[in-house]
C-alpha cells in the first residue's frame, strides 16, 4: 500500500506497508520498492528569485553613488570653507579698514592743504612783515584775516580752532561762535595787533582787538556786533615757544601733540597742524589748525564699517584720542596753580596756551591699557597694532575675548600730504558681523548644491529604471526558461520537483498542483513496478503447485484499501 501524505504542504511518496496477497491459504508479503535514484538524491527545491527587483537594484546602486560621492566632495568642501571663510573675513575686514583709513585722511587732509595754501598766499604778498614793523597800520593783521577767512572754512563747530602767531606776539584766530541768528554759524576772525599790548601789564594783555563774522553757510559778513570770543594776551605763550624752535627751520609742517583747547565754547581736546609762515626773508610765526577730538568721534561714528564696529583713535603714545564707545576717556581737574611742572604724555595743562586765565584744567586722556574695553587692552602692547606702519595695508588680527567673544582687530596708520598725523586708527568688528553674511552666503550656496544633489539622485534613480524597464521582463522570462530546464532534467534523473507556496513564482499556487499530480503520478508507477515485480518474491515452491493445479493464471491480488493523504 502506497500512502501518499502532506507535510509542510510538499507532497512525497512514501510507501507504508508492503503489498500482501493469499492464495490457497498462503500469505505473501512483497517488500516496498526502493525510490530508485530518488533514494539516492532528496527532492530539490529550485532556486527563488530575489525579492528586490535587478532594476530597482541597478537604479538604486547609481542614486546612492551620486548621494556618496556628494557628501564626500561637500565634507572636504566645508572643511576646506572654514579656513577660507576666515580668508575672506580677515580680507574683508581689512578693506572696511583700508575704507575707513581713507575717509579719516579727508578729515585730516583739508586743514593741512588750508595751512600750507594760506601760508603760500601770505608769502606772495608784497609786504607780508611783521604787524610791529609798522605800528600804526593794521595793513598786515587785515591781509591775514582777509586769507584766513578765503582758505580756512571748515570751523563747522566750535571744537575748530586755527590761529596764526606773529613772531611779535600778533596773532588772528579763526573759530566758531554761538549762533546769533537760529540755524547759522559763525565764523570769527579776531586779530590782535602787538602793538596795542600795554607793556606794563604783568599778562601782556588787554591789547584793542579787531574781530569780524562771517555766516558759515555763504561766508558773507555779519553786519551787527558780536561778543568776543578770543583772549587778548600776547601770543607768544609757552606752546608757541615750544614750536618756534621746531618749525623756524622746517619748510614743510608737521603734526604736532595734542592740547587741551579752553579758547572755545566747549572746550576740547585737539590737535594741531603747526605749519611755517615766511616772507620772501623770514622767518615770521607759525600757522596752526587744529581739529578737535569731539569732531574726531563724530566723524568715527559715521565710518562705513560694520553696525556693531567699535572705533578707537589713538595717539602715538598709546593715549586714546576719540572712540565711539561709550564710556568716558577724558578726565578734568581744575587748579588755579599756573605751573604746568611735568606731566604725562597723555596730560595738558592750559596755562600752555592760556596763562592768563583765573583757573586752569588739567586734562588727561586714558590710555589703550587701562580702558574698560578687553579687546583694546589686548592689543594695547602690541607695537605693530599700535603704531603700524603708513605705506602697508591695514594690521589685521583676531582676539578672543571672554566679555566680547571673538573680535577682528584692524589698525592703520592715517596718512597725509604733509606729514602723518599722531594717530592710529583701530577698528573691533565683532566676528558675527564680518563672517556671519559670508557663514550665511555659504550655508545657502550648500543648500542650493544639497538640493540640487538630492534631485540629481532622483533623477538618477527615475532615468535608470526607466532605461532598465525590460530587465524585469527578461528576468523573469529567463527565470522561467531556467525552471523549465531545471524540471527537464530533474525528470531525466528521476528527481521530482517539489515547490510550495513560498516559492518564487507569486503564491506557488500553479506550480504546486503541478508538483502533486507529478508526485500522485509517481507513485501510482512506483505501485505498478511493485506489482509487477510480485512474482518476484513468490517462492518457487508455491510457484509450482500452482501451475500443477491450473491455478497460476487465476492468481489475483486480495482487495485493500490505498490511503493518501493530503
Request: with cysteine; charged share 20%; aromatic share 8%.
Amino acid at each position: 500500500v502506497s500512502v501518499l501524505y502532506w507535510r509542510n504542504r510538499r507532497l512525497r511518496p512514501v510507501v507504508s506497508g508492503a503489498m500482501t496477497s493469499t492464495t490457497g491459504g498462503h500469505a505473501y508479503t512483497v517488500p516496498p520498492v526502493a525510490d530508485g535514484a530518488n533514494s539516492q538524491q532528496p527532492p530539490r527545491r529550485p532556486r527563488s528569485r530575489p525579492f528586490v527587483s535587478m532594476r530597482l537594484a541597478i537604479s538604486a546602486f547609481f542614486a546612492i553613488t551620486v548621494v556618496a560621492v556628494s557628501v564626500v566632495t561637500f565634507t572636504i568642501t566645508y572643511l576646506a570653507s572654514l579656513d577660507t571663510v576666515e580668508a575672506v573675513g580677515r580680507s574683508y575686514a581689512g578693506s572696511l579698514a583700508t575704507t575707513a583709513r581713507a575717509q579719516t585722511k579727508q578729515l585730516f587732509h583739508v586743514p593741512a592743504i588750508a595751512a600750507v595754501s594760506l601760508a603760500q598766499a601770505l608769502r606772495r604778498y608784497e609786504g607780508f612783515r611783521l604787524p610791529t614793523d609798522d605800528p600804526t597800520t593794521w595793513s598786515v593783521l587785515e591781509r591775514t584775516m582777509d586769507a584766513v577767512a578765503r582758505s580756512f572754512t571748515l570751523a563747522t563747530d566750535d571744537t575748530f580752532l586755527a590761529t596764526v602767531i606773529f613772531d611779535d606776539g600778533s596773532r588772528v584766530s579763526v573759530g566758531s561762535s554761538d549762533p546769533v541768528v537760529p540755524g547759522e554759524f559763525l565764523l570769527t576772525v579776531t586779530a590782535l595787533h602787538a602793538g596795542s599790548i600795554d607793556p606794563a601789564s604783568a599778562t601782556l594783555c588787554c591789547g584793542t582787538p579787531r574781530q569780524r563774522e562771517y555766516f558759515l553757510s555763504n561766508m558773507s559778513r555779519v553786519r551787527y556786533d558780536v561778543p568776543r570770543i578770543q583772549p587778548l594776551e600776547d601770543a607768544r605763550n609757552a606752546l608757541y615757544t615750544g614750536l618756534r624752535g621746531l618749525v623756524s627751520r622746517r619748510e614743510t609742517g608737521f603734526w604736532n601733540r595734542f592740547a587741551y583747547n579752553n579758547l572755545v565754547r566747549v572746550p576740547s581736546f585737539a590737535v594741531g597742524f603747526v605749519y611755517p609762515l615766511r616772507n620772501e626773508t623770514d622767518f615770521i610765526g607759525v600757522f596752526i589748525s587744529s581739529i578737535g577730538t569731539a569732531q574726531i568721534s563724530v566723524f568715527l561714528a559715521e565710518l562705513d564699517v560694520t553696525p556693531n564696529t567699535v572705533s578707537f583713535a589713538l595717539d602715538f603714545d598709546g593715549a586714546i584720542v576719540a572712540t565711539t564707545h561709550r564710556a568716558p576717556f577724558s578726565t578734568f581737574e581744575n587748579t588755579t596753580d599756573p605751573a604746568t611742572g611735568v606731566l604725562p604724555a597723555n596730560c595738558f595743562h592750559t596755562a600752555t596756551i592760556n596763562p592768563g586765565a583765573a583757573v586752569h584744567v588739567v586734562a588727561c586722556r586714558a590710555l589703550a591699557q587701562e580702558f574698560p574695553y578687553e579687546p583694546l587692552r589686548a592689543v594695547a602692547g602690541d607695537e605693530s597694532m599700535r603704531r603700524p606702519p603708513v605705506d602697508t595695508p591695514a594690521t589685521i588680527r583676531t582676539v578672543d575675548t571672554s566679555s566680547d567673544g571673538v573680535v577682528i582687530a584692524a589698525a592703520a596708520a592715517i596718512p597725509n600730504i604733509v606729514g602723518q598725523p599722531p594717530i592710529t586708527l583701530l577698528l573691533f568688528m565683532p566676528q558675527s558681523d564680518i563672517l556671519g553674511p559670508i557663514v550665511r552666503t555659504r550655508n545657502v550656496v550648500v543648500g542650493v548644491v544639497a538640493a540640487t544633489v538630492v534631485l540629481a539622485s532622483l533623477l538618477s534613480f527615475a532615468f535608470t529604471s526607466f532605461v532598465l524597464g525590460a530587465l524585469d521582463r527578461v528576468s523573469a522570462q529567463m527565470s522561467q526558461t531556467a525552471k523549465l530546464r531545471d524540471r527537464h532534467n530533474d525528470s531525466v534523473r528521476g528527481n521530482p520537483v517539489v515547490k510550495g507556496n513560498d516559492d518564487s513564482d507569486g503564491d506557488g499556487a500553479d506550480d504546486s498542483a503541478f508538483a502533486e499530480i507529478y508526485d500522485i503520478q509517481r507513485a501510482y508507477g512506483d505501485m505498478a513496478i511493485a506489482i509487477g515485480s510480485f512474482t518476484r518474491y513468490v517462492p518457487r515452491d508455491v510457484v509450482r503447485d500452482l501451475l500443477q493445479s491450473g491455478e497460476l493464471c487465476q492468481l489475483t491480488m486480495s482487495e485493500r484499501r490505498c490511503t493518501m493523504v493530503f
